[in-house]
């Protein structure tokens, strides 16, 4: 991440000096923002963030990614972590367990079943002041050191505990008291108020203890912090809304301790020189697989040039594009991510484009973008050339123009790409929409499951076009799922942000 870079050379001993911070009275009184590595030179290390108002206030530390298979509780952290404080200080760990979250498995690599779970690394109830494996004694010696007020750990669980008792999904575990119950009752309601279903509802499991062995178990009994766990569900939900479901609660109990001002649903907070570009990655329903993480993964990796989030449907109908620069619409289902958009979020995205935004649509967010739907955005002057959608998945040849040759910078105006249903388009001759440039066509084609043959060939594979102020680029196969062309995407979107 951009944010890991060169600030944290030279501030960690900031962090582990004379006080809590290190921090002399002058400067408490200006707010700051620092970041550090925990186990630092292991392979277990990892990056954390603090925020200090400079007001005087409570001290609230909050960690996600604990278990690798919960990702919306990381994302959820990284995502807070940019919050501005107006009182006391909060400090984020968004990713405590980093090769867990790269392997995307629950406990931690190389370990047995014993020490494998982190969250049963730190002090037990009864026992020794003493934490378990390199992680969890970095992890405790930090947070103890930080004398936290409370403690947010972001979790998530396999199923829906009003549905299925043996998972803690859904559900607010802590232990409160007569002061902190308040928080914790509107945290549910204001995550509640966002699920229109009965049965994904969450509860406040006030009777059920922490686990023991747990962060925020041990942070309650040793540190006598207030804590919670927070848990979403992560079977048959997008990581959109789970990753907002985290945020509204912690917004609620941040908001009602009076250390930020800002909405739920603001995701960028820019500095006055800042040369960096936004790029919303749309993540709710009708998005499936492995493209949307590879876009981030490649955009992020072109470190101060590109930073990106995961967006929804709710975030985008409350406006939340209007703080960004880009968006991208990844592969699954088009009319199905039309539907998360609903009519008003559509228009946002119409909106968002017509005032200068740029816009990018790989394969179901190329057929988003088409004129021809009913449900689409109407904003590629392209529509598709056949109903049979469903042609199969292939590897197909590409030829690029010897304009996207030169200014994508490839090695040959000839590639093959994967192709997964993805939309054949020809012009739609709209006389609301500019006409569209063709950036590679397709030269051989798919044709399965009864759909027409013949009309993929010498098709546009790669356009793009205006609309209105803004920059408008289709997709229809997975470069960003394919060796040698993982650039293109990038320099696509480089174009996109390009609009005068």
Same mark, same amino acid.
């Given at each position: 991440?951009?944010?890991?870079?060169?600030?944290?050379?030279?501030?960690?001993?900031?962090?582990?000096?004379?006080?809590?911070?290190?921090?002399?009275?002058?400067?408490?009184?200006?707010?700051?923002?620092?970041?550090?590595?925990?186990?630092?030179?292991?392979?277990?290390?990892?990056?954390?963030?603090?925020?200090?108002?400079?007001?005087?206030?409570?001290?609230?530390?909050?960690?996600?990614?604990?278990?690798?298979?919960?990702?919306?509780?990381?994302?959820?952290?990284?995502?807070?972590?940019?919050?501005?404080?107006?009182?006391?200080?909060?400090?984020?760990?968004?990713?405590?367990?980093?090769?867990?979250?790269?392997?995307?498995?629950?406990?931690?690599?190389?370990?047995?079943?014993?020490?494998?779970?982190?969250?049963?690394?730190?002090?037990?109830?009864?026992?020794?002041?003493?934490?378990?494996?390199?992680?969890?004694?970095?992890?405790?010696?930090?947070?103890?050191?930080?004398?936290?007020?409370?403690?947010?750990?972001?979790?998530?669980?396999?199923?829906?505990?009003?549905?299925?008792?043996?998972?803690?999904?859904?559900?607010?575990?802590?232990?409160?008291?007569?002061?902190?119950?308040?928080?914790?009752?509107?945290?549910?309601?204001?995550?509640?108020?966002?699920?229109?279903?009965?049965?994904?509802?969450?509860?406040?499991?006030?009777?059920?203890?922490?686990?023991?062995?747990?962060?925020?178990?041990?942070?309650?009994?040793?540190?006598?912090?207030?804590?919670?766990?927070?848990?979403?569900?992560?079977?048959?939900?997008?990581?959109?809304?789970?990753?907002?479901?985290?945020?509204?609660?912690?917004?609620?109990?941040?908001?009602?301790?009076?250390?930020?001002?800002?909405?739920?649903?603001?995701?960028?907070?820019?500095?006055?020189?800042?040369?960096?570009?936004?790029?919303?990655?749309?993540?709710?329903?009708?998005?499936?697989?492995?493209?949307?993480?590879?876009?981030?993964?490649?955009?992020?990796?072109?470190?101060?040039?590109?930073?990106?989030?995961?967006?929804?449907?709710?975030?985008?109908?409350?406006?939340?594009?209007?703080?960004?620069?880009?968006?991208?619409?990844?592969?699954?289902?088009?009319?199905?991510?039309?539907?998360?958009?609903?009519?008003?979020?559509?228009?946002?995205?119409?909106?968002?484009?017509?005032?200068?935004?740029?816009?990018?649509?790989?394969?179901?967010?190329?057929?988003?973008?088409?004129?021809?739907?009913?449900?689409?955005?109407?904003?590629?002057?392209?529509?598709?050339?056949?109903?049979?959608?469903?042609? =199969?998945? *292939?590897?197909?040849? #590409?030829?690029?123009?010897? &304009?996207?040759? +030169?200014?994508? !910078?490839?090695?040959?105006? @000839?590639?093959?790409?994967?192709?997964?249903?993805?939309?054949?388009? =020809?012009? *739609?001759?709209?006389? #609301?929409?500019?006409?569209? &440039?063709?950036? +590679?066509?397709? !030269?051989?084609?798919?044709? @399965?499951?009864?759909?027409?043959?013949?009309?993929?060939?010498?098709?546009?594979?790669?356009?793009?076009?205006?609309?209105?102020?803004?920059?408008?680029?289709?997709?229809?196969?997975?470069?960003?799922?394919?060796?040698?062309?993982?650039?293109?995407?990038?320099?696509?979107?480089?174009?996109?942000?390009?609009?005068?």
């Amino acid at each position: 991440m951009k944010a890991v870079g060169s600030l944290i050379f030279g501030l960690v001993l900031t962090f582990f000096g004379e006080g809590a911070f290190g921090q002399s009275p002058q400067q408490k009184a200006v707010p700051f923002h620092k970041t550090g590595i925990l186990a630092e030179g292991t392979e277990w290390e990892t990056p954390f963030f603090a925020s200090d108002s400079g007001v005087e206030g409570p001290t609230v530390i909050i960690t996600g990614g604990m278990h690798g298979n919960e990702p919306a509780g990381a994302e959820a952290a990284d995502q807070i972590r940019h919050w501005p404080v107006v009182k006391g200080k909060i400090i984020v760990i968004p990713k405590v367990n980093q090769l867990a979250l790269a392997a995307e498995q629950r406990r931690i690599p190389k370990f047995g079943n014993e020490l494998s779970d982190l969250n049963r690394n730190f002090p037990k109830t009864g026992t020794p002041d003493e934490a378990r494996t390199e992680l969890g004694k970095a992890v405790w010696a930090f947070v103890k050191k930080q004398k936290p007020d409370w403690v947010l750990d972001l979790h998530e669980g396999f199923a829906i505990n009003r549905q299925n008792s043996k998972s803690v999904g859904s559900s607010i575990l802590c232990h409160p008291n007569a002061q902190t119950k308040p928080h914790f009752e509107q945290a549910l309601a204001v995550v509640n108020a966002s699920i229109d279903d009965p049965q994904k509802l969450f509860q406040l499991k006030s009777e059920t203890m922490t686990v023991n062995g747990s962060l925020v178990r041990a942070s309650m009994e040793r540190l006598g912090a207030v804590g919670a766990i927070l848990e979403t569900t992560y079977a048959d939900q997008p990581i959109a809304v789970r990753i907002r479901q985290h945020r509204l609660m912690v917004h609620r109990i941040l908001r009602n301790l009076g250390m930020i001002e800002n909405g739920p649903d603001q995701l960028v907070f820019r500095s006055s020189n800042e040369t960096t570009r936004y790029v919303a990655v749309f993540q709710d329903v009708g998005v499936g697989g492995t493209g949307p993480e590879k876009i981030r993964q490649k955009l992020e990796a072109m470190e101060g040039t590109f930073e990106t989030r995961i967006i929804g449907g709710a975030e985008i109908r409350n406006g939340s594009l209007d703080d960004f620069d880009a968006v991208i619409f990844p592969g699954g289902s088009g009319s199905k991510q039309a539907a998360a958009l609903k009519e008003s979020g559509r228009e946002e995205v119409r909106d968002f484009v017509s005032d200068g935004g740029a816009y990018v649509g790989v394969c179901a967010g190329c057929y988003l973008a088409c004129e021809n739907f009913s449900w689409g955005l109407k904003i590629l002057d392209a529509k598709t050339l056949s109903s049979k959608w469903a042609r =199969g998945r *292939a590897t197909l040849d #590409l030829e690029f123009s010897n &304009e996207a040759t +030169a200014e994508l !910078k490839l090695d040959s105006k @000839k590639a093959k790409v994967l192709y997964v249903n993805g939309p054949v388009m =020809g012009p *739609a001759n709209s006389e #609301l929409i500019p006409d569209f &440039e063709t950036v +590679a066509t397709f !030269k051989t084609e798919t044709a @399965k499951n009864g759909s027409p043959k013949g009309i993929q060939i010498d098709s546009p594979a790669i356009l793009r076009g205006t609309y209105g102020k803004g920059r408008v680029v289709g997709i229809s196969p997975h470069p960003e799922q394919t060796d040698g062309l993982r650039d293109v995407l990038p320099g696509l979107l480089e174009w996109g942000l390009s609009a005068p």
